[in-house]
Every structure is written in C-alpha cells, then in structure tokens.
C-alpha cells in the first residue's frame, strides 16, 4: 500500500464530520445511516492498513527543515489505532440511542466523527511535530462535546478542560522544542534521538525537561495534581465521557508519554535517573489517591472517573519502569483498560439513561430491573479489581512482574500502591454491586425490567465478551506487544 493511502482514514472522519456540521440532516434515521456508514468504513481501513501494513512514510507537510508533518505505522501505532478503530463503531452505536433526547444531534454527532480522524492522526504520527499537532486538535474538537448540553456545569467544565489542556501543552511544547535542538530528529525512533554530542554536560538540564514535558502531555493522562479537569467533566453525555475516560483523550495522554520516553528521549539516557524516580512518583501517588478518592465519591460516574485516573497511571507506572517488561505491561493495560472502563462507563450511561439516576445510594435494588446492564457492570468492575480470567489481571500481572524484575527497589513501592488500589477498586466498584443486587429498599411490588434496547445492549455484550475472551486468551495480544517494546516490530 502506498504511504499516502495513511491519509485517508484520518481525512475521510475529518471530513465527513465537518460536512455534517455544515449541511445538517434533519432525519434522525438517515443522520444514523450517514454517521455509522462513515464510523465503520473508517474502521474497517484502519484495521486493513494494520494488518496488511503501509510500506514507507507519508510526508503531508514540510513546512522547514526539521518542521514536517508526516504519517507512519509501526507497532505502537497499531496498539493504539487498533483500540480506538475498535471501540469507536460500538460508542457511535451506543450513542445513537442516548442522543435522540439530548438535542443538537447534528453538530454532536459531527464532532464527534471529526475526533475519530484526529485520533487516528495521533496514533499515526511519526515524529513529535505531527503528535503535538493533532494532540492540540484533540483538545478542540473534544471541548464542544464537553460543553454540549450548555448549562452551567457544562460550560465550567469545558473552561477547566480548556485551562487544564492549554497549560499542559503549553509544558509539552517545551518538551517538544528541547528534542528539536537536541535531537538528531524528531521523529519517532525506539531507543531516543538525542544526540550524544550535543547533551553532552546538558543532561540534567535535559531530564528535567523530560519531566516537565510528562506532565505536560500527564494533563490528559490526568496525573495527580493535574487531574482535576476529567470528574468535572463526567457532567458530558455519557458516549462523551466514555471517549474521554476510556479511549480518545486520557489515552491519547498515555500514548504521547510513552512516546517520549521510549522513542524521543529514550530509556538508556533516563534509567537509573532522578527523572525516572519523579516520573514513578507522580504515578504512585496518583494511583493512590485516585483510588482512595473513589471510595468516598457517591456519583456514579465521577466515582467512574476517579477509576480511571487511578488506572491510567498504572499505565504510566509501567512506562516508568523503562525496560521491555514494564513497556509491554503499560501498553497491555492501556488495551484492557480501554474495554474494561468503556463497559462500565456505558452501564452507568444506561442507568442514567433509563432511570434519570446518577448517585450510588439510588442504585439499590436496581439489579433486579436492569439485570442485563447490571450483570455487563459486575463483569466489568471484577475486571477492573483484577480478578484472574478476565482481562484487567492480565495487564495488572504483567505490569507486578514488571516491577519485580526490574531491579529497581523503589519500583517496589508501585507494586505496594497496586496492590492498595486493587483492594480500594474492590471496595468502591463492589459496594455498587452489592446495592444492585442485594439492597432492595427502592423496589416494591412488581419490578418492570428497564434494561436498554439493542443500541446500548449490543455495544455491552460484545465489551464484555471482550473482557472475557482477552483474560481467558491473552497469549497473542502479550506476544505481540512483546514484539513491540523489544523494538521488533
């Protein structure tokens, strides 16, 4: 396949989003056709260009010498183009039926393909021009859904998401700068491009940028002190923040730190140094007190939300490690996670959908009149906890095994915050499922099965297939991100 052909699936959502926005369709029906026909085609191409490869690089831009945009596939890039080309044919679905009361359909629907495009812009990118580039169109094109409903929590919360985002990129960019200067090119190469000659006596000056260029790209992957902006925006349509938490944003944030650290700076030059310890520093803490703030959240999905950035810096723990081992467990995780996180964030959107209920303490005895969406959700926190079979134990091993075998002693003290989280996880998703099923206070008489119709039941039952079947077979998927972070592939 030519390299060119890497445009198509980043343009054609781009594009086809951007047409609904400016020629609306008012048929709810056709407007469907129009967005899924779209979704799908676009998903279809990716998977095709990931499994049959894409020989060379597009150049799309060269704006000077070492300013390039340009579009490459290598393994990495198929981990994360291959979450988001999976997951987002089942939200579009999903979100069919949890949009027909919302209103303002069309400008939803329209920024909400145009954001597939950039996504997949992000996991194509081939050097930190072209990541950082579409990174900023992320925030763009992902505030308008924050701010859709146009109340007033919406509008605080697409503010803070705005500040917060502006302020990381703002750190990023530094980072960015530093391996134009220093590099031997900004393109994504495993192993680091920084120049030996050119660093030389700079080092600390360099791993100091290294950090500060992680919690720039850390405001989207939410590290503590910098997540502040992702529960204040779970007020956003459930499809939204199910992107958001689950796939488009905060992993698009993991994915551009993992990038840096094994592809621009490289894991020789910061192992063993004071920047790998504040890098798992942020991770831990992070890790910790996400976990122990979901325990005491009584909404359902901001509780949601504190899961996920307690789970995302087990992602970033894993990159911390900087050895093959710990890439491979942050890469295995940022899989696992995006269908565990995505199950659950759905379930609470039906809830909401069917109920009007949002806290935790409303939710007694819903089990027995929302069953289906009940037992997706049970599936998916036991996953999430860690429990064997299912798909979170296996990243959440690889990830202890990691860290075991690293060799670094203080990566010790992240096996100890996994382990603390992992029992808080089984605190603050189980007393939900308790509440469903064996609190029946709210119920009397006969219970009306309130389960959602196919639109929402379809995308749930293939997620939590997903979540059994990667649990029960995660051999290829460990092969081949091993293949990854040795540099293989």
């Known amino acids: 396949m030519n390299a060119w052909t890497l445009l198509i699936p ?3 959502p781009m594009i086809g989003g951007g047409l609904l926005y400016f020629f609306p369709i008012k ?4 407007r469907m056709c129009y967005v899924m026909t779209l979704v799908v085609t676009n998903s279809v191409l990716v998977y095709w260009m990931l499994i049959q490869g894409v020989e060379g690089t597009c150049r ?10 340009h579009f490459h596939i290598d393994g990495f890039s198929r981990v994360f183009a291959g979450i988001i080309a999976g997951l987002w044919p089942l939200a579009t679905l999903y979100a069919f039926e949890y949009m027909k009361h919302e209103g303002r359909n069309n400008l939803f629907f329209s920024f909400y393909t145009m954001t597939y495009g950039v996504c997949i812009g992000i996991a194509f990118a081939a050097n930190l021009m072209t990541l950082y580039m579409f990174y900023e169109l992320l925030t763009l094109s992902t505030l308008t859904l924050v701010i859709h409903k146009l109340d007033q929590p919406s509008i605080l919360a697409a503010r803070k998401y705005m500040v917060y985002s502006l302020a990381g990129a703002a750190f990023a960019f530094i980072g960015f700068m530093f391996i134009l200067q220093y590099g031997t090119t900004t393109d994504f190469v495993y192993g680091g491009v920084l120049d030996a000659g050119r660093i030389a006596g700079k080092e600390n000056l360099l791993l100091f940028i290294f950090v500060i260029a992680v919690l720039g790209f850390g405001v989207k992957a939410a590290i503590f002190p910098f997540h502040g902006w992702l529960p204040t925006a779970s007020v956003a349509p459930t499809p939204v923040t199910a992107l958001l938490h689950a796939v488009a944003v905060v992993k698009a944030g993991a994915f551009a730190i993992m990038r840096i650290t094994y592809y621009s700076f490289g894991t020789d030059f910061l192992r063993g140094t004071w920047a790998q310890t504040v890098m798992m520093t942020f991770a831990i803490v992070t890790i910790v007190f996400a976990s122990s703030r979901a325990v005491k959240e009584i909404h359902l999905k901001r509780r949601l939300a504190y899961s996920t950035i307690s789970n995302l810096s087990y992602i970033i723990f894993g990159a911390s490690i900087m050895t093959p081992s710990g890439f491979c467990g942050g890469m295995a995780h940022m899989v ?4 565990m996180k995505i199950t659950l964030f759905f379930c609470a959107g039906a809830i909401m959908h069917q109920t009007n209920k949002e806290y935790i303490y409303e939710l007694k005895g819903i089990g027995r009149s929302m069953p289906f969406v009940m037992g997706c959700f049970t599936i998916g926190s036991a996953a999430v906890m860690g429990v064997p079979l299912l798909c979170g134990f296996v990243s959440k091993w690889t990830i202890l095994t990691a ?5 670094n002693g203080y990566a010790m003290l992240g096996v100890a915050a996994i382990l603390f989280s992992a029992f808080l996880t089984a605190v603050y998703l189980f007393s939900i499922v308790v509440k469903a099923f064996f609190r029946t206070e709210n119920l009397t008489g006969t219970v009306k099965n309130q389960d959602p119709n196919w639109y929402m039941k379809a995308p749930l039952v293939l997620l939590t297939v997903a979540v059994i079947l990667i ?6 998927l460990l092969r081949f991100l091993e293949q990854i972070a040795f540099g293989r592939i």
Not at 60 to 69: E, R
């Open 403 to 407: 860290a075991v075998t690293s060799q």
């Open 27 to 30: 048929d709810d029906r056709k």
């Open 60 to 69: 799309a831009l060269v704006m000077a010498h070492n300013l390039t945009i």
């Open 10 to 12: 980043i343009l054609l």
């Open 471 to 476: 649990g029960v077979y995660s051999g290829p």
């Open 336 to 339: 696992t996670h995006a269908v």
